[in-house]
């Protein structure tokens, strides 16, 4: 099993900055893939970014430009950089972690959501 604990959320007004963290503990694989998701109210669940555990990085075109994905594979945490925000960024953003032993893919993983308020 693996755990997700998130952090970094809150409010912040237009053109502000925040930094999400998720950090992962339990039964860790060297291969993995951390990412984010956001949920607004009456909205469908939307990709963020994603990194794997070599470093590969996706991102979302709504995002792209002022989102920026990282990770410390020493710490095992997943880092989230967000810049020039926007209202329509406001949304419960929820950690995803995915691993691969062998040659199994585990189930999906998600954190408990951070809310990010963009709001003046």
């Known amino acids: 099993q693996v755990q997700l604990v998130e952090s970094g959320g809150g409010l912040v007004q237009p053109g502000g900055s925040l930094r999400l963290s998720c950090a992962a503990s339990g039964s860790i694989s060297r291969i993995n893939i951390m990412g984010w998701y956001r949920q607004a109210p009456g909205k469908q669940r939307e990709l963020v970014a994603t990194i794997t555990s070599f470093g590969d990085t996706g991102y979302a075109d709504s995002v792209k430009g002022r989102v920026t994905i990282s990770r410390d594979n020493a710490k095992n945490t997943g880092y989230l950089q967000m810049n020039s925000l926007k209202p329509e960024d406001t949304a419960l953003y929820y950690c995803?972690?995915?691993?691969?032993?062998?040659?199994?893919?585990?189930?999906?993983?998600w954190g408990q959501g951070t809310q990010v308020t963009v709001s003046s």
């Open positions: 995803y972690y995915k691993q691969r032993v062998a040659t199994i893919w585990s189930s999906d993983y």
